[in-house]
């Protein structure tokens, strides 16, 4: 489980302070309006912004003493911070091994990483000749591989158009029941992820304003806001 209690961060002029739960191994989806707070609560749990009080632990390890790269999660950012002097499978093998200096068993895990995701035989591409869609299959590779138990994602596909944005959910759902990760993913497009996750989270002025099953919180009173969240973004 991760459990996010009463953290608090303070800005000049920005201040949240959240609650969450999220149970291992499901998918939590954030929504809410631009600027409520989505990207900030995932940057407080990889570990980028700390918390002035609050607890915030996964499995039962406290994460707050934890720097980001001794945490137990992966992060995808909105502009996927692919590295565009390498090559595609030295970007997803950074997930694995910084170093990227790889054992022959390392490469072909490397291998059935980009094969998973669709980019089987893109090895040697670099990013700048890929899509935007392809790209953030690179992104979602390297963050699966590092084999940490909580992925972030960050609104992974909100520059894609609909149907591809749409493909790459039903993607990160059939990975997901391949392995057991625990992924929190905001989003400005709910409808695309009601039927796929198993929880939707609402966050506004810093604060969950309301989390539970998709279905019951779109259906909510929160839907008047879903919507205006929705058209803004
Ligand atoms: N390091 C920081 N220092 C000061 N203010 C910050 C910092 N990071 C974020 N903020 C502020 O926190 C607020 C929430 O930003 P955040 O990016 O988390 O919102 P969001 O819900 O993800 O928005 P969007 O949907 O537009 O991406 C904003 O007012 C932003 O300006």
Same mark, same amino acid.
């Given at each position: 489980m991760l459990v996010i209690e009463n953290c608090r961060l303070t800005w000049p002029d920005f201040e949240a302070d959240y609650s969450l739960s999220v149970k291992t191994g499901t998918l939590c989806a954030v929504i809410g309006p631009?600027?409520?707070g989505k990207t900030t609560l995932l940057h407080m749990v990889a570990g980028f912004e700390r918390p002035e009080g609050g607890t915030l632990s996964f499995n039962g390890q406290?994460?707050? %003493?934890? /720097?980001p790269a001794k945490r137990p999660a992966a992060i995808v950012f909105q502009d996927h911070n692919?590295?565009?002097?390498?090559?595609v499978a030295e970007n997803v093998a950074l997930g694995l091994r910084p170093s990227l200096r790889l054992s022959a068993d390392e490469k072909l895990l490397v291998g059935d990483m980009l094969d998973a995701v669709g980019?089987?035989?893109?090895?040697?591409?670099? %990013?700048? /000749?890929?899509?935007g869609g392809q790209r953030q299959r690179v992104a979602l590779a390297r963050a699966l591989i590092s084999g940490r138990p909580l992925i972030l994602l960050d609104e992974?596909?909100?520059?894609?158009?609909p149907s591809l944005r749409r493909d790459m959910i039903l993607l990160v759902d059939e990975l997901r029941r391949k392995r057991p990760v625990t992924i929190v993913m905001t989003i400005h497009t709910p409808e695309d992820v009601a039927d796929v996750a198993d929880q939707m989270a609402f966050v506004a002025s810093g604060r969950v304003v309301a989390s539970g099953r998709p279905a019951d919180i779109l259906n909510s009173t929160l839907a008047p806001r879903i919507a205006a969240a929705v058209s803004d973004s």
């Open positions: 631009s600027g409520g406290n994460l707050l %003493p934890l /720097e692919l590295f565009p002097h390498l090559s980019l089987a035989g893109f090895d040697d591409r670099k %990013p700048g /000749e890929m899509s992974p596909f909100s520059s894609l158009d």
